[in-house]
């Protein structure tokens, strides 16, 4: 089993930077690709940003293309996503995600297997 823990999240003014850590226990994750979803208030949850098991390709969502960055750090079972010149419509609920199945990007929530329990990010305008 896999539990994952976001923390890093909270309020910032737009135009301002945050920095999301999701870090992993149980099972090593190192051979499997992980992402980042953000669910609003009243949508569905939506793909952010994806990284394969080494760290050596990534793949984000062309809204935060440019803005958002994904890294993990493989020794110490942790992700990141460096989220940069933020907008009011980035306010969301961002999950971290494992999957058990692929070591490459994955687009859309059914791709993952573990889940952590959120971390609220909300950008003031």
């Known amino acids: 089993q896999v539990q994952l823990v976001e923390s890093g999240g909270g309020l910032v003014q737009a135009g301002g930077s945050l920095r999301l850590s999701c870090a992993a226990s149980?099972?090593?994750?190192?051979?499997?690709?992980m992402g980042w979803f953000r669910q609003g208030p009243g949508k569905e949850r939506e793909f952010v940003g994806a990284?394969?098991?080494?760290?050596?390709?990534?793949y984000y969502a062309d809204s935060v293309k440019g803005r958002f960055t994904i890294s993990r750090d493989n020794a110490k079972s942790t992700l990141f996503l460096q989220m940069n010149s933020l907008k009011p419509e980035d306010t969301a609920v961002y999950y971290c995600?494992?999957?058990?199945?692929?070591?490459?990007?994955?687009?859309?929530?059914?791709?993952?297997?573990?889940w952590g329990q959120g971390t609220q990010v909300t950008v003031s305008s």
């Open positions: 995600a494992a999957s058990a199945k692929y070591r490459y990007g994955v687009y859309v929530p059914s791709g993952y297997d573990y």
């Open positions: 990284i394969s098991w080494s760290g050596g390709s990534t």
């Open positions: 149980g099972r090593t994750l190192s051979s499997n690709a």
